[in-house]
Each structure stands twice: as structure tokens, then as C-alpha cells.
T-cell receptor, first 112, second 113 residues
Framework: EAQVTQNPRYLITVTGKKLTVTCSQNMNHEYMSWYRQDPGLGLRQIYYSMNVEVTDKGDVPEGYKVSRKEKRNFPLILESPSPNQTSLYFC???????????FGQGTRLTVV | SQQGEEDPQALSIQEGENATMNCSYKTSINNLQWYRQNSGRGLVHLILIRSNEREKHSGRLRVTLDTSKKSSSLLITASRAADTASYFCATEPPSGSARQLTFGSGTQLTVLP
């Protein structure tokens, strides 16, 4: 089954404790992105990747890192999480940049 | 930055009625897409309409695109309680950018049984 898998689904952490949210897709897609969703703000792009070892900043990259060492995986790293990073995070992948995007189920992160 | 803006922000209708949501965007596009999101879940692709198309149908969905007005509408006919969700339009970024889609803030649709 074609899917994008994120883990964990829920995470509560403390300020400053490094964490990684994993994302994996099984569709051999070139493009992958991370979004955060906050009430009233819609989805905002954090980082995106056009292919292995090619990543770039989206609209709200501060406080986040990503890597794309393999085509299927695109982890999101928060080196020192802060409460303003409390949000619902989505990973998405697509074959080309503007074709149908497939989304993971989301990771609800709370930073206290 | 947000490219698409949906209108209205919230819509409540009775089961069986039609629901219309609108999306306005700012820059030229090659295609526009609509997605649905059930509460707290991932977005699901509904339909894609290209800039050279004016109307497209998929089941109970009808999408129109007016590139001269930079706007699109999503019509859901004969709505069902299961259609209750948030609906987002998404546009591709300006040419020259490698980014993926840019989403609006969504329309929350509630279909009352």
C-alpha cells in the first residue's frame, strides 16, 4: 500500500531536549516536505527536499533541521525544542513538485 | 507565505444540501489542487485542475478555475455527514522555485445530519 509513515504520532517533550520525527515513503517519490499546522495559520512549509542530499528552507525553517540521505526517508530534527514549536506536523511526498501530494498521519508535538 | 486563501473559513449545512468553497490565489499557477483533512488527520488529495481547464468533476465534486480572477471553487453536491472536514486549496509555488505546494488556511465544513 502506498503510504507516508510518520513516527511518533504523539510526543510530549521538555524544552531543549533534542528530538527527531521520522518520515518514510514507499512510493519512490523525489519530493518530500515537512509542514506544521497551527490554528488559523493553515499549513506552513518548514523544509523541502527535491532528491537525495538536496534540501532547502521553506517558510518557517528556524529551529528545525532535516536530512535526506536516502530517497525514502526525510527526518525532521529539533535540536533544542521550544514551546513555540508545539504544533501538528505533517510529512508529505510527491512524484514531482506540484503533483498530488501524499501526507503522513501527522505528529502532534507538545513542548513544555 | 500563503498563496491560496479559502472562503468562507467555516460553513455549516444540512445533509443533502450543496456546499461551495472558494479559493483565491495571488500569482500565476500551472495547477490548483483541493485536499480534505478529517480532524487531526493527514490531508487527502481530492482533485487537481490545470490552468488550461475551466471545470473538472470527480463523483460529487465539481471544481472550477478562473485564472483571470485567480480563483477556484469546490462544490460538493448532495452532502453527507461524512463530508464534515476541513478543505484546503493548494497551488504550486512561483516558477523558479523548487518548493512543493503552498496551502491556504482552509474551510471547515460541517454537515449536519
Amino acid at each position: 500500500e502506498a503510504q507516508v509513515t510518520q513516527n511518533p504520532r504523539y510526543l510530549i517533550t521538555v524544552t531543549g531536549k533534542k528530538l527527531t520525527v521520522t518520515c518514510s515513503q514507499n512510493m519512490n517519490h523525489e519530493y518530500m516536505s515537512w509542514y506544521r499546522q497551527d490554528p488559523g495559520l493553515g499549513l506552513r512549509q518548514i523544509y523541502y527536499s527535491m532528491n537525495v542530499e538536496v534540501t532547502d528552507k521553506g517558510d518557517v525553517p528556524e529551529g528545525y533541521k532535516v536530512s535526506r540521505k536516502e530517497k525514502r526517508n526525510f527526518p525532521l530534527i529539533l535540536e533544542s525544542p521550544s514551546p513555540n514549536q508545539t504544533s501538528l506536523y505533517f510529512c508529505a511526498s510527491s512524484f514531482h513538485r506540484a503533483t498530488e501530494a501524499f501526507f503522513g498521519q501527522g505528529t502532534r508535538l507538545t513542548v513544555v | 507565505s500563503q498563496q491560496g486563501e479559502e472562503d468562507p473559513q467555516a460553513l455549516s449545512i444540512q445533509e443533502g444540501e450543496n456546499a461551495t468553497m472558494n479559493c483565491s490565489y495571488k500569482t500565476s499557477i500551472n495547477n490548483l489542487q483541493w485536499y480534505r483533512q478529517n480532524s487531526g488527520r493527514g490531508l487527502v488529495h481530492l482533485i487537481l485542475i490545470r490552468s488550461n481547464e475551466r471545470e473538472k468533476h470527480s463523483g460529487r465534486l465539481r471544481v472550477t478555475l478562473d485564472t483571470s480572477k485567480k480563483s477556484s471553487s469546490l462544490l460538493i453536491t448532495a452532502s453527507r455527514a461524512a463530508d464534515t472536514a476541513s478543505y484546503f486549496c493548494a497551488t504550486e509555488p512561483p516558477s523558479g522555485s523548487a518548493r512543493q505546494l503552498t496551502f491556504g488556511s482552509g474551510t471547515q465544513l460541517t454537515v449536519l445530519p
